[in-house]
C-alpha cells in the first residue's frame, strides 16, 4: 500500500506543481489583459500580450529615445523614499544576473557548509573592495543556495583557500540543487555507472 501511495506521489506531485506553476504564470501574465477592452480579452491571450510588450521594451530600450526614456524613469523612481531602496536592490541583482555576459556567477565552488565535515555548492559572485581591504587572507564571496529553490540561500565570504573549484557550469550546478542531487551530468553519470560495475 505505502509503495503504490509513494509511486501515486511521485507522479502527481511534479505534474501537481507544474501546473500551479504554469496557472500562476498565466494568471499573473492575463493581468495585462486589462489593458485592452473587455471584448478583446481571451483567457491566455495575457501571455502573448505580456511577451509582446516585453520584447517592444527590450526594442525601444535598445535606441536613443529609449534609453533615454529609461533614465528619466530611473531618475523618478530613485526620487521616491522607500521605492528606491528596494529597486536599487532589485535592478542592481537583475542587471548582474540578466547581462549578456552572464556573470553574475562567476564559478560554481565546493565550500564546508553547514559544519567543517560537510560540502555545499555554492557560486562565486564578486567581493567588494572594502572587505579586500579588512580581510588579511584572500576571501571570495559565495553564494549558497538552498535546496529545491537556489533563489533564497546564503551569502558568505570564505577564505578562498578553503573551496574547491569544479569544472561544472553554473546551470548544471543549478540543475543539481533544484533536483536534490538527482540530475548530474553525463559526465558523472557515465563516471557513476563505470564506479558501480
Known sequence: MKKYLLTGLLVWVPLGITIWVINLTIGT???SL????ETWRVPG???ILTLAIVLFTGMLAQNVLGQRLLELWDWILQR???VNSIYNSVKQVSDTLLSESG???GKVLLVRYPHPQAWSLAFQTSVPGEVTRVLEEEYVAVFIPTTPSPVNGFYFYVRKADTIELDISVDMAFKSIISM???VSAEDAAASKLANK
Open 80 to 82: 521616491i523614499p522607500v
Open 103 to 105: 556573470n553574475g556567477f
Open 29 to 31: 501574465m492575463d493581468q
Open 181 to 183: 542531487g538527482v540530475v
Open 34 to 37: 486589462k489593458l485592452l477592452p
Open 45 to 47: 491571450m495575457g501571455v
